[in-house]
C-alpha cells in the first residue's frame, strides 16, 4: 500500500525566502510521485510530478522537487517565495497497477509574509 | 483545450435527500475519478470510473455511487444525505494510464442543512 506522509500543516515564510514543504512517502514498489497546489475555492493543479526519468523535477512557477530513495523522500522548494505562492500544497502518490488512483498527503497551507 | 468541468459549483441539500453531481472530463481522457474534501478528512479517494467501468474504489459505504457514460462524462449519486457529507467534491480526469496526472475541476461545494 502506498502512502505520503507531509510534514507540517502550516508554514510560513517572508516574501522572497526558500520554500521547503516536505513530504516522505511509503510505498512497496517503485512509486510515482506529484505536488499539486490549491487556490481557494479552486480544485488542484498539478505543479509536477516524478516518474522515475529524473530524480530533480522541475514544475510551474519556479517549483521543483527532488526524488531521495534513501530518504523515501520528495521535498518541494522554490528559491524564492512570491505573495502569489500562498496556497495549499499536496504530496500525492500512485503506483503501477492501481490504475488513477492518488493518495493524497494531508496538505501543508503555505502563508507568504510581505 | 477545455479542463475538467464540475456542475453545479454548489449544492445545497437537508438530511435524508439524494444528490446527484456531474462531471465532464477534458476531451480525449477516458478516466474519471472523484475525490471528497473535508477540513478533517482532506481529500479522500471515492472511486475511479474507465471505460464506464468502476476500475477502483475508495472505503466508503453504499450510499456514494457514480456511473460514467459512453462520452466519459461521470456521475457521482450519494443517497440519504448526512450532515458528515457536507464537503466539496472534486473531480479529476486522465488518459488513463497509471503514471499520467489527474486534471481537476473547481468541484462541487454540498451543504447539508
Known amino acids: 500500500a502506498q502512502s505520503v506522509t507531509q510534514l507540517g500543516s502550516h508554514v510560513s515564510v517572508s516574501e522572497g525566502a526558500l520554500v521547503l514543504l516536505r513530504c516522505n512517502y511509503s510505498?512497496?514498489?517503485?512509486?510515482?510521485l506529484f505536488w499539486y497546489v490549491q487556490y481557494p475555492n479552486q480544485g488542484l493543479q498539478l505543479l509536477l510530478k516524478?516518474?522515475?526519468?529524473?530524480?530533480l523535477v522541475k514544475g510551474i512557477n519556479g517549483f521543483e522537487a527532488e526524488f531521495k530513495k534513501s530518504e523515501t523522500s520528495f521535498h518541494l522548494t522554490k528559491p524564492s517565495a512570491h505573495m502569489s505562492d500562498a496556497a495549499e500544497y499536496f504530496c500525492?502518490?500512485?503506483?503501477?497497477?492501481?490504475?488513477?488512483?492518488?493518495?493524497f498527503g494531508s496538505g501543508t497551507r503555505l502563508s507568504i509574509r510581505p | 483545450k477545455a479542463g475538467v468541468t464540475q456542475t453545479p459549483r454548489y449544492l445545497i441539500k437537508t438530511r435524508g435527500q439524494q444528490v446527484t453531481l456531474s462531471c465532464s472530463p477534458i476531451?480525449?481522457?477516458?478516466?474519471v475519478s472523484w475525490y471528497q474534501q473535508t477540513p478533517g478528512q482532506g481529500l479522500q479517494f471515492l472511486f475511479e470510473?474507465?471505460?464506464?467501468?468502476?476500475?477502483n474504489k475508495g472505503n466508503f459505504p453504499g450510499r456514494f455511487s457514480g456511473r460514467q457514460f459512453s462520452n466519459s462524462r461521470s456521475e457521482m449519486n450519494v443517497s440519504t444525505l448526512e450532515l458528515g457529507d457536507s464537503a466539496l467534491y472534486l473531480c479529476?480526469?486522465?488518459?488513463?494510464?497509471?503514471?499520467?496526472?489527474?486534471?481537476f475541476g473547481d468541484g462541487t461545494r454540498l451543504s447539508i442543512l
Open positions: 500525492a502518490v500512485s503506483a503501477p497497477n492501481v490504475g488513477s488512483k492518488i493518495i
Open positions: 516524478y516518474t522515475s526519468a529524473a530524480t
Open positions: 510505498s512497496s514498489v517503485p512509486p510515482y
Open positions: 479529476a480526469s486522465s488518459l488513463g494510464e497509471e503514471n499520467q496526472p489527474q486534471h
Open positions: 470510473y474507465f471505460s464506464e467501468t468502476q476500475r
Open positions: 476531451s480525449g481522457h477516458r478516466s
